[in-house]
């Protein structure tokens, strides 16, 4: 009897032991990873608290002597033809107007393909999300056409328009809206309501993570958009953040320099960087609080 007890004890410490070195694989894997998708953040922070000398300095060090935060102020008021504050709200304006209206897209078709019933929905749906397989590339030049058509051309309406639904977002809201029980459309049915009503009182607040996920991820792309409005937009005074990034290097101030002053630039893409970051902790917040009230915890 001792022997078997102490033979069932020795197995359960060989398998705590191999889950303990299974889980600290894991850890370290994950911990690898996560280190090496940070470091170019690091870099770059560190760097934009540089001076321009140690900027250049070989072997090449992650952090200053002597934190230059000065660095933020010039590079925010660096030159009169990248006014970064003007960048700045265009940015805002454009990714918020895009964020605003998919989730409300989104959301709106992503019920209407995932819980009503209507002649050649899944068709319907099936010819929409086909769309993701088309490049933009392809899309690029006919887009410009119908915005030159509009002369919309050099105008925010031609960044957020063309923006303002996403075969991906309606995509992802409409798989989650399918795992979310009928039941609750029936009994909100039964007590009279309709489909506005069911959609805005009982789907809607059950889909807060999903929405939140979606408001991030578009936000972010939005925030990051380079191709479309270096193409439609001429104009400095609407250009965006990605925008005036890429022609900071392009100054007329770089001629006096020789090189380019990389500590400015980089403390240029630091702070062009927050608001994305602030998006995602209140979206994290919202994501979190939306699994604890839909009961999805399981």
Known sequence: ????????????????GARFLAD?????????????????????????LKTYGEVLVWPPTFFPKVPQWHNYVEAWNFSRNAPFDVFF?????????????????????????????????????????????????????????????????DTRQALIVPNLVSAYGTFLVRQFMLTLPRELEDAARIDGANVPIILLK???????PVLST???????????????????????????????????TAMPEYAT??????????AAATFSMLPTVVVFLLGQRYFIRGIALSGLKG
């Open 1 to 16: 009897m001792a022997s078997r007890t102490s033979i069932s004890g020795a197995l359960r410490t060989r398998r705590a």
């Open 24 to 48: 600290l694989l894991v850890y370290l894997v994950l911990g690898t990873i996560g280190i090496t998708m940070v470091l170019p953040f690091i870099w770059m922070i560190g760097t934009s």
């Open 89 to 153: 709200l265009n940015s805002i304006i454009v990714s918020a107007s895009i964020t605003i209206a998919q989730v409300v897209t989104c959301s709106t078709a992503g019920y209407a393909f995932g819980r009503l019933q209507f002649p050649g929905r899944d068709v319907l749906f099936l010819l929409y999300v086909a769309t993701l397989m088309v490049p933009f590339q392809v899309t690029l030049v006919p887009l410009y056409l119908i915005m030159r058509q509009l002369h919309w051309v």
């Open 202 to 208: 009982v789907i809607l607040p059950l889909c807060t």
């Open 214 to 248: 979606l408001a991030i991820l578009t936000f972010a792309s939005s925030w990051n958009m380079f191709l479309w409005p270096l193409i439609v937009i001429s104009n400095t005074r609407l250009r965006t953040i990605p925008i005036g990034l890429a022609l900071f």
């Open 257 to 266: 320099i020789g090189v380019p002053p990389y500590q400015l630039l980089m």
